[in-house]
C-alpha cells in the first residue's frame, strides 16, 4: 500500500507545473524591480521640478505668471 503511494507520487507532475510558476513570478518581479531601479531617478527629478514650480506661484497675483514654459519635443 506505501510502495503505491510512493510510486503515484513518482509519477505525479503537478509539481513541476508549480516550479514553472514561480521561476515565472520571480522573473516577473525581477523585471519590475529593473524598471523601478532606471525609472526612479528621473521621476524624482520630475517631481522636484514639480513641486518647486508650485511653491514659486503666488495665486493671490496672478497664478500663470512665472511659471515654467514646457515646450514640445521631437
Known sequence: MT???FKT????????VTVDWVVL???????????????SGGVENLSNDIG????????????FTGNAVFTETQ
Do not use: H, N, R, W
Not at 507520487?9 to 509539481?15: K, L, P, V
Not at 513570478?25 to 525609472?39: I, K, N
Not at 518647486?52 to 497664478?63: A, E, F, G, I, Y
Open 3 to 5: 510502495l503505491s503511494y
Open 9 to 16: 507520487f513518482i509519477s505525479s507532475e503537478s509539481g513541476a
Open 25 to 39: 513570478t520571480a522573473a516577473l518581479v525581477g523585471l519590475g524591480l529593473a524598471v523601478m531601479a532606471v525609472v
Open 52 to 63: 518647486q514650480s508650485l511653491t514659486d506661484v503666488d495665486p493671490l497675483t496672478d497664478p
